[in-house]
T-cell receptor, first 116, second 110 residues
Framework: GAVVSQHPSRVICKSGTSVKIECRSL??????MFWYRQFPKQSLMLMAT?????????EQGVEKDKFLINHASLTLSTLTVTSAHPEDSSFYIC????????????FGPGTRLTVT | DQQVKQNSPSLSVQEGRISILNCDYT??????FLWYKKYPAEGPTFLIS?????DKNEDGRFTVFLNKSAKHLSLHIVPSQPGDSAVYFC?????????FGPGTRLSVLP
């Protein structure tokens, strides 16, 4: 079946640095990918919709200058957390719909970001 | 305001019995509903879905029921197995909008 990968799976960085997280669709093309953040004991929060060839659409309350999204190709979207702070520490997950007509999402395994 | 609610944060069930996880939604625009299972430190995995034009969908041990008038859906797992222990998220969708509930932690006791 279709698989979505994320890299890295875990990353520790210092405050003030930037971290890039990659999300790849391995055997299908994804014109749209979604980025989520999971807070402890809370639900997945949709951060933004990544669109191949155009700007990402950010959800209300998500700082687009802090969470830079680039959908460079039909199989790759990147999320860059800029000038990271400890409160950015979280579990970041991406997903991609199986195809343009499907509601079903394939999720990546997630990236655990720890900012010290 | 939570558009998708799962009012039980946790549920414990004996192995072999039925697990029933509930989900309520407020937005009548939602037309497709999904259940995901999530283990710690992993991404969610899709379990089962249902379109708003149906009231039941069954896949093996998993059945989802939808009551549109009550804006309520439920996931039944029978028989429950220890490997079913995980957090279950209900999600609702229309168009590009995709909203998760807060999740219910299911523990299946041997």
């Amino acid at each position: 079946g279709a698989v979505v990968s994320q890299h890295p799976s875990r990353v520790i960085c210092k405050s003030g640095t930037s971290v890039k997280i990659e999300c790849r669709s391995l055997d299908f093309q994804a014109t749209t990918m979604f980025w989520y953040r999971q807070f402890p004991k809370q639900s997945l929060m949709l951060m933004a919709t990544s669109n191949e060839g155009s700007k990402a659409t950010y959800e209300q309350g998500v700082e687009k200058d802090k969470f830079l999204i680039n959908h460079a190709s039909l199989t790759l979207s990147t999320l860059t957390v800029t000038s990271a702070h400890p409160e950015d520490s979280s579990f970041y997950i991406c997903s991609a719909p199986r195809d343009s007509y499907s509601y079903e999402q394939y999720f990546g395994p997630g990236t655990r970001l720890t900012v010290t | 305001d939570q558009q998708v609610k799962q009012n039980s944060p946790s549920l414990s069930v004996q192995e072999g019995r039925i697990s029933i996880l509930n989900c309520d939604y407020t937005n009548s625009m939602f037309d497709y509903f999904l259940w995901y299972k999530k283990y710690p430190a992993e991404g969610p995995t899709f379990l089962i879905s249902i379109s708003s034009i149906k009231d039941k969908n069954e896949d093996g041990r998993f059945t989802v029921f939808l009551n549109k008038s009550a804006k309520h859906l439920s996931l039944h797992i029978v028989p429950s197995q220890p490997g079913d222990s995980a957090v279950y998220f209900c999600a609702a969708s229309y168009g590009q909008n995709f909203v998760f509930g807060p999740g219910t932690r299911l523990s299946v006791l041997p």
